[in-house]
Nanobody, 120 residues
Framework: QVQLVESGGGLVQPGGSLKLSCAAS????????MDWYRQAPGKQRELVAR???????NYADSVKGRFTISRDNAKNTVYLQMNSLKPEDTAVYHC??????????????WGQGTQVTVSS
């Protein structure tokens, strides 16, 4: 069994900052890539940021320069530092991991999601 558990969401004023964390645990051999997606009400889920096992990062155009993804491989944890938040960043943020289990099976896992609300 593998679990991804997010934390760090909440309510913040426009221009503020939040840092999300996602910890992967369980029968993990290695993690290839970890991503943050978000889904706002009435909208499709979109990829926000991705980081590979070697640290290569990609960002959605809407968050470039404001969000930073990072990972601690020793802790199997990925972070999303969100600065200069805007109301349009309001969404449920989900962590996603592409990994190999200790049985050497490649699997994808999702966290339960954490709500981020940007409002004055």
């Amino acid at each position: 069994q593998v679990q991804l558990v997010e934390s760090g969401g909440g309510l913040v004023q426009p221009g503020g900052s939040l840092k999300l964390s996602c910890a992967a645990s369980g029968r993990i051999f290695s993690i290839e890539a970890m991503d943050w997606y978000r889904q706002a009400p009435g909208k499709q889920r979109e990829l926000v940021a991705r980081i590979t096992s070697v640290g290569t990062t990609n960002y959605a155009d809407s968050v470039k320069g404001r969000f930073t993804i990072s990972r601690d491989n020793a802790k199997n944890t990925v972070y999303l530092q969100m600065n200069s938040l805007k109301p349009e960043d309001t969404a449920v943020y989900h962590c996603h991991g592409s990994l190999y289990t200790i049985s050497m099976l490649r699997r994808d896992y999702w966290g339960q999601g954490t709500q981020v609300t940007v409002s004055s």
